[in-house]
């Protein structure tokens, strides 16, 4: 019998992992891939929507964790706000070639 697959939190990938998830800032990343390989891995670990807010900011570059720290829907612990937030944050560089910088 094999052990149970380890779920929640701690079934996150660790930062650095090949696989997992990371957000850079830079001007080429699109907010909306991040996002959704995020949620892919939040989901799968059966995350809540306060625990997706309280994870995803290990997978930001240190550099921006001010602006995501600034957003009501981190503020709030909302994950759908906070997700839309960050969409208009980040402007798509394929669709404005512009990325907001913040406060």
Known sequence: ????A???I?????????????FSGE????????????EEKANDNNLTRTQKVETVIRYVVKTQH???KSLPGYID????DLRAQL????V???TEGVKVQGP
């Open 1 to 4: 019998m094999s052990a149970p």
């Open 6 to 8: 380890i779920r929640g």
């Open 10 to 22: 701690a079934g996150m990938p660790y930062l650095w992992a090949k696989f997992a998830p990371y």
């Open 27 to 38: 001007v080429n990343q699109d907010i909306e891939d991040f996002l959704d390989e995020y």
């Open 66 to 68: 001010h602006i995501w």
């Open 77 to 80: 612990r909302d994950w759908d």
């Open 87 to 90: 969409r208009q944050q980040y």
């Open 92 to 94: 798509n560089p394929s």
